[in-house]
T-cell receptor, first 113, second 113 residues
Framework: QQQVKQSPQSLIVQKGGISIINCAYENTAFDYFPWYQQFPGKGPALLIAIRPDVSEKKEGRFTISFNKSAKQFSLHIMDSQPGDSATYFCAASSKAGANNLFFGTGTRLTVIP | KAGVTQTPRYLIKTRGQQVTLSCSPISGHRSVSWYQQTPGQGLQFLFEYFSETQRNKGNFPGRFSGRQFSNSRSEMNVSTLELGDSALYLC????????????FGPGTRLTVL
């Protein structure tokens, strides 16, 4: 059973556009929600993370929106660039689960010049 | 600080053999987690070690095992390899564990023939 559901599976965006990736979860014990970016042949790299006490977090062109009541969170990439083309994973973990990150299935983002 | 390092980067084994993968965490990090990444199952948590003790374990058979040394370096072992064990094995380290930021290494690509 997928603990974190991610959509879309793939996304094509024009340069300068906004990329939006959505995730949903069921386990209300989750208290940490990171987003990872992965390039081919590399390990995932932490992009941005949020905890449920805030509804939004912004770092540069990347913003996480978090809706605790709906158990959903999303990643917005503003002014998308060809260099952002990668696979993005949302994830979640709980204190009880220590460092057991449950990952979404990933979104392959392609930014067209 | 140097990042998480994993050795070897690539490995080819045959069914029935066993394999040992190594991970050196970021200096000062005491938690090491292991993940398996496959196209079909995505990123799945194997286990986590903190101060030489296994703190959490995912849903993998007993053929998958690990350990952590006093210097926080970790190894994972897979015995009696099966074709389905072909995957990218990722190691991640964090300073404290428990919903802490995890930093991933580049992974070890294991191919089982």
């Amino acid at each position: 059973q997928q603990q974190v559901k991610q959509s879309p599976q793939s996304l094509i965006v024009q340069k300068g556009g906004i990329s939006i990736i959505n995730c949903a979860y069921e386990n209300t014990a989750f208290d940490y929600f990171p987003w990872y970016q992965q390039f081919p042949g590399k390990g995932p790299a932490l992009l941005i993370a949020i905890r449920p006490d805030v509804s939004e977090k912004k770092e540069g062109r990347f913003t996480i929106s978090f809706n605790k009541s709906a158990k959903q969170f999303s990643l917005h990439i503003m002014d998308s660039q060809p260099g952002d083309s990668a696979t993005y994973f949302c994830a979640a973990s709980s204190k009880a689960g220590a460092n057991n990150l449950f990952f979404g299935t990933g979104t392959r983002l392609t930014v067209i010049p | 600080k140097a990042g998480v390092t994993q050795t070897p980067r690539y490995l080819i084994k045959t069914r029935g053999q066993q394999v040992t993968l190594s991970c050196s965490p970021i200096s000062g990090h005491r938690s090491v987690s292991w993940y398996q990444q496959t196209p079909g199952q995505g990123l799945q948590f194997l286990f986590e070690y903190f101060s030489e003790t296994q703190r959490n374990k995912g849903n993998f058979p007993g053929r998958f095992s690990g350990r952590q040394f006093s210097n926080s370096r970790s190894e994972m072992n897979v015995s009696t390899l099966e074709l389905g064990d072909s995957a990218l094995y990722l190691c991640a380290s964090s300073s404290r564990g428990q919903s802490d930021t995890q930093y991933f290494g580049p992974g070890t690509r294991l191919t089982v023939l």
